[in-house]
């Protein structure tokens, strides 16, 4: 029987070195770091009080036969299935459905779930009401082409500065520029939704923005984990000559995940060296939060 976790499932995990198996999720830092997330990790965020993560699981004596676990992203609105652990994959629908009522009753509009594309979960992550809104190559490479590590100078037209927190707002609209509506509606509309949606910092990022005429046309993330480091960039589609000049900047970056709608910077990664590593979906499922009481309803501002 499917339940949600308590803090003694959580002890139970911590004796039998649970959750086992492998992990049917791909959160980022699994993907790029191309090893398991820590039990020891999942251990402690289970057992904080006031923990930002949901878990249900099937417990068969000491045994755990299944097990699924959400955390938040950045903000409450929008969490993440980071661990999916299966005996069966028939029991995904259950432990989604479920983990998705747990995480709806805490504030969630959105659940997120990355898979490898050529996952059998993905169809049954569809039939639970997820919905695959866009694809992610995963590019790596140790050595990048010699020409890539001239990073040159910033081109005249443009400025180069660390992201800073008046830039939310300029970076949220070339979020609208470069996003398709399509998927938009997936990660959000609006920039509470956008906010929310993004994931979270593991640890200390490396934020670049490119400015023209104080317009944010361009923006690039490198991310360390360990001994490698994750990168992400957008450019402005009114200013494609500022895509692969972020790029030039990124030359020590070894990992990254690219959306399928970004087919321009999967070309110049791929053309710097880099080769396609794994192919993912990124399904997401809107959730409908029931209002329970007035103490307790949650509202957007």
Request: proline fraction near 5%; hydrophobic fraction near 35%.
């Amino acid at each position: 029987m499917i339940t949600a976790f308590r803090m003694g499932d959580a002890l139970r995990c911590m004796l039998v070195d649970a959750p086992g198996g492998t992990n049917l999720a791909a959160p980022t830092e699994s993907v790029v770091r191309c090893r398991p997330l820590r039990n020891s990790t999942f251990w402690r965020q289970s057992l904080a009080r006031g923990s930002n993560r949901v878990t249900v699981g099937d417990w068969n004596g000491m045994r755990l036969s299944s097990l699924a676990s959400a955390r938040v992203r950045s903000g409450v609105r929008a969490w993440e299935v980071d661990r999916l652990h299966l005996k069966e994959s028939e029991q995904a629908l259950d432990l989604l459905e479920q983990i998705v009522q747990c995480a709806g009753s805490r504030g969630a509009e959105r659940v997120f779930l990355r898979v490898p594309s050529d996952s059998e979960i993905v169809d049954q992550a569809r039939r639970a009401g997820f919905f695959p809104y866009y694809e992610e190559m995963h590019f790596t490479g140790s050595e990048w082409l010699p020409e890539a590590t001239v990073s040159g100078h910033v081109p005249d037209r443009f400025t180069a500065a660390d992201r800073s927190a008046p830039d939310q707002h300029g970076l949220f609209q070339l979020y609208c520029a470069a996003t398709p509506q399509r998927v938009r509606e997936g990660i959000g509309v609006t920039i509470d939704q956008w906010l929310d949606s993004q994931e979270p910092a593991q640890t200390r990022r490396d934020e670049t923005v490119l400015k023209f005429d104080g317009k944010i046309v361009g923006w690039r993330m490198c991310e360390p984990f360990g001994k490698t480091a994750a990168g992400q960039l957008i450019g402005h589609p009114d200013h494609p000559e500022s895509t692969p000049h972020l790029v030039r900047m990124s030359c020590q970056t070894q990992n990254w995940l690219v959306p399928d709608y970004q087919e321009h910077i999967a070309g110049l990664l791929d053309r710097q060296g880099l080769h396609e590593a794994g192919r993912y979906t990124m399904l997401i499922k809107t959730v409908t939060v029931p209002v329970r009481s007035r103490e307790f309803s949650y509202v957007e501002a």
